[in-house]
Nanobody, 124 residues
Framework: VQLQASGGGLVQAGTSLRLSCAVS????????MAWFRQAPGKEREFVVA????????GTADSVKGRFTISRDNAKNTIYLQMNSLKPEDTAVYYC??????????????????WGQGTQVTVSS
């Protein structure tokens, strides 16, 4: 199983960015998928998840109303649309796959496969 995250970059505050995570070896519509992020000097934190059923769940308060997760079953890819970016959104963003369809979608230990991460830097 491989997860390939892409789409990060350097952007100005207030702009938008869309991250992609292409999955091989497992179907995104049969597994829970999520985005996490890790800012410099901080622990990795949960951002948002989409269950195998398609329901979007568990958006972190810090990104609620600005970030949206989605998926394209045909491309076996998930996305993170990030709008109204803020400097505090600067982090390495990771996609993750939970083959066990855990109820606890916000916990790192629920996920058994991870992408390599993509850097997002938001300048003020």
């Amino acid at each position: 199983v491989q997860l390939q995250a892409s789409g990060g970059g350097l952007v100005q505050a207030g702009t938008s960015l869309r991250l992609s995570c292409a999955v091989s070896g497992r179907a995104v519509n049969r597994n829970n998928m999520a985005w996490f992020r890790q800012a410099p000097g901080k622990e990795r934190e949960f951002v948002v998840a989409i269950r195998w059923s398609g329901s979007k769940t568990g958006t972190a308060d810090s990104v609620k109303g600005r970030f949206t997760i989605s998926r394209d079953n045909a491309k076996n890819t998930i996305y993170l649309q990030m709008n109204s970016l803020k400097p505090e959104d600067t982090a390495v963003y990771y996609c993750a796959l939970d083959s066990g369809r855990s109820v606890a979608v916000s916990l790192e230990r629920s996920y058994d496969y991870w992408g390599q991460g993509t850097q997002v830097t938001v300048s003020s």
